[in-house]
C-alpha cells in the first residue's frame, strides 16, 4: 500500500473546499425549525421513503416505516453493527428487492426499478472496489463506471456524437474527475496498487461519472489514514455546498458530528432517533443503543475491545 501523502493528495481538492464556508447550505438551514423526531417530514425531501421490510429468514433487518431525506444536505446514517444500513442502502438504490416498501426520488416512485435504472435517475451509491476493478487503471474504473451506469443528464451530450467520439466525452469527464480528486498520476496505474484513501477517492469519482443529484457513501472513511480524512471530508463538503444531496453511512462518530447536517439512528432494523448532531449526540435512546458503548472508538479499537474482554 503506498503512503497518500507521498501523492499529494492530502492536500484536499481543487479550490480547497476544505475552507468551506461556516454558513449552512439552503437545505441545511431549511432543516433548523425542524423536530428532531423519527419519521419527520423535511421541508424539502429529495428522497422519502415508506414502510421499507427487507427480512433475513425470521430477522427483520430493516423496517423503516418513514423516511425523509433533505435535498443539499449531507445526511448520515449511523447504528450499532448489524442495525441494517447497509442493507437500506442496497434496497433502496435498488440491489437488493425488499419484502415491502416504496420510496421516491425526487418525487417519482424509483422502488421498483433496477440499480442501473435508479442511478440514471441521479441516485448513485459507491461500492468498494471488487478484485477485478483492481486489475484495472484507475482511469479505465472511470470509464467502466459510466458504461454500466450512464445518467439521463450525461445521455444527451453523448448522442450527439458517434461512439468514438462518446467514448472521447466520457474519457475527458474521467480526466476531470481524476484531476479535482488529485488522482491524475494515478490515471494509467492499476487500481490494485493505490492505498486505502486513494482508492476511496476513486470509488466516489466513479458514482460521480454519472453525475447525479445524490451520492450514497457507504464507509467513505474505512480504512484511511488519518491525514487522508480530512481531505475526503473536503470533498464531500465540497459536493454538498456545490448543491449535491450526499448519504453516508459511517462509524467513526468525530467524523458523522463534525460534517453531517443532519443525522439518522437505526436500531434493529428501526429508525429510533434523528436530529441535528447536537439532538442526536443528547439522544437518550441514541445513547442506550449506540453512543454510550460506542462513543468516539474506532471500530477496530472496539473489536479488539470486546475480544479482550
Ligand atoms: N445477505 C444476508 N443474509 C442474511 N443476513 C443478512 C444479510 N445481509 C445482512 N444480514 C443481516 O441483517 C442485519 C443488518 O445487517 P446490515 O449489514 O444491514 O447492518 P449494518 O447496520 O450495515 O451493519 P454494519 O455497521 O456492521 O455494516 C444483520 O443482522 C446482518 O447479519
Redesign the pocket.
Known amino acids: 500500500m503506498s503512503d497518500d501523502r507521498e501523492h499529494g493528495i492530502a492536500d484536499g481538492p481543487k479550490g480547497d473546499p476544505t475552507m468551506s464556508s461556516d454558513a449552512p447550505t439552503v437545505g441545511a438551514a431549511q432543516l433548523m425549525g425542524v423536530r428532531p423526531e423519527p419519521g419527520v417530514a423535511k421541508p424539502d425531501a429529495i428522497f422519502v421513503a415508506d414502510d421499507v421490510v427487507r427480512s433475513?429468514?425470521g430477522?427483520k433487518?430493516?423496517d423503516v416505516d418513514h423516511l425523509e431525506i433533505q435535498r443539499g444536505t449531507i445526511t448520515s446514517l449511523i447504528?450499532?453493527?448489524?442495525?441494517?444500513?447497509?442493507?437500506?442502502f442496497n434496497v433502496v438504490s435498488g440491489f437488493d428487492t425488499p419484502d415491502d416498501g416504496t420510496w421516491s426520488f425526487q418525487g417519482s416512485d424509483v422502488s421498483k426499478l433496477s440499480a442501473h435504472r435508479v442511478a440514471r435517475r441521479g441516485m448513485v451509491r459507491t461500492f468498494q472496489l471488487t478484485k477485478a476493478l483492481t486489475r484495472l487503471t484507475a482511469r479505465e474504473n472511470l470509464m467502466l463506471g459510466a458504461t454500466q451506469q450512464v445518467g439521463e443528464r450525461f445521455i444527451p451530450a453523448l448522442l450527439r456524437f458517434p461512439w468514438r467520439s462518446q467514448e472521447a466525452v466520457i474519457g475527458a469527464r474521467a480526466d476531470e474527475l481524476l484531476e479535482r480528486f488529485n488522482l491524475a498520476h494515478m490515471r494509467d496505474e492499476f487500481a490494485g496498487t493505490m492505498s486505502g484513501g486513494q482508492r476511496k477517492l476513486l470509488e466516489m469519482a466513479r458514482a460521480l461519472m454519472v453525475e447525479p443529484t445524490m451520492i450514497m457513501l457507504d464507509e467513505p472513511m474505512a480504512g484511511v489514514n488519518p491525514a487522508l480524512t480530512q481531505s475526503l471530508l473536503g470533498h464531500i463538503q465540497a459536493l454538498r455546498d456545490e448543491g449535491m444531496t450526499i448519504v453516508l453511512?459511517e462509524?467513526d462518530m468525530d467524523v458523522v458530528m463534525g460534517i453531517s447536517d443532519w443525522v439518522t439512528t437505526?436500531a434493529q432494523?428501526r429508525l429510533i432517533a434523528e436530529g441535528r448532531p447536537d439532538d442526536i449526540r443528547r439522544d437518550k435512546a441514541v445513547i442506550d443503543a449506540y453512543l454510550g458503548a460506542h462513543r468516539s472508538l474506532p471500530r477496530d479499537q472496539d473489536e479488539e475491545e470486546s475480544n479482550d474482554g
Open positions: 433475513f429468514g430477522l433487518a430493516v447504528g450499532p453493527n448489524g442495525a441494517g444500513k447497509s442493507t437500506f453511512v462509524h437505526f432494523g
